[in-house]
């Protein structure tokens, strides 16, 4: 597809329950963001890839939260033992080159999983 | 750390009315600064960006935004709103030589023909 493709575009999940929500970036983008939205929040950072590598991973709130990109295309946000307070949109967001340096200044965002733990 | 405010929560506006939104940041280095904009149902997009350079920035659909470096801030104007501009709409500042991009809380904009 043309844009940046997240799925389930819906979760409701139990507490204490396993999630994994997956990125699919627009083709050739080398980075790739995930951000957490909360009601009346605007995005959160969670995570920032270059290539397969977290360049800055400072914003996963707890050791519940990992992210991986293994192929440098495709992401997956894997959150264990759920909370209710995880509940949120998770925002995924694909860029040519990242924003310093030479990149566009551009994030290109994906419509989001709407996480909701019981 | 980096943060973004942005004081207006909730903006409720005729058609042809004026806008402006407040965007102020804290960094004291170098930054880059956006506005993104969600419509209603849909994902978050580029407004308009500044780099450097002229520090008033046009962008999409009749928006611009002034930088001014001694107040921190980069404020979004629009001269007259239509109905289609009811939206959300979001500040963010990147640090100069980093990747992460740090949000403001929003502003929801209402227009009412």
């Known amino acids: 597809g043309a844009g940046v493709s997240q799925t389930p575009s819906n979760k409701v999940t139990e507490k204490g329950k396993y999630v994994e929500l997956r990125c699919d970036p627009i083709?050739?983008?080398?980075?790739l963001y995930w951000y957490r939205q909360s009601l009346g929040q605007g995005p959160e950072f969670l995570i920032y890839?270059?290539?397969?590598?977290?360049?800055?991973d400072s914003g996963l709130p707890n050791d519940r939260f990992f992210a991986v990109r293994p192929e440098g295309s495709v992401s997956t946000l894997k959150i264990q033992r759920t909370e209710r307070g995880d509940s949120a949109v998770y925002l995924c967001?694909?860029?040519?080159?990242?924003?310093?340096?030479?990149?566009?200044?551009?994030?290109?965002f994906g419509e989001g999983s709407r996480l909701t733990v019981l | 750390a980096q943060s973004v405010s942005q004081h207006n929560h909730h903006v409720i506006l005729s058609e042809a009315a004026s806008l402006e939104l407040g965007c102020n940041y804290s960094?004291?280095?170098?930054?880059?600064l956006f506005w993104y904009v969600q419509y209603p149902g849909q994902h978050l997009q580029l407004l308009l960006k500044y780099f450097s350079g002229d520090p008033l920035v046009k962008g999409i659909k009749g928006f611009e935004a002034e930088f001014i470096k001694s107040k921190f801030s980069f404020n979004l104007r629009k001269p007259s709103v239509q109905w289609s501009d009811t939206a959300e709409y979001f500040c963010?500042?990147?640090?100069?030589?980093?990747?992460?991009?740090?949000f403001g809380t929003g502003t929801r904009l209402q227009v009412f023909p």
């Open positions: 967001a694909s860029s040519p080159a990242g924003l310093a340096g030479k990149g566009t200044g551009e994030l290109f």
């Open positions: 963010a500042v990147n640090a100069g030589n980093t990747d992460k991009l740090i």
């Open positions: 890839f270059q290539g397969t590598g977290a360049a800055d």
């Open positions: 960094y004291g280095g170098t930054v880059n």
């Open positions: 083709s050739g983008h080398t980075a």
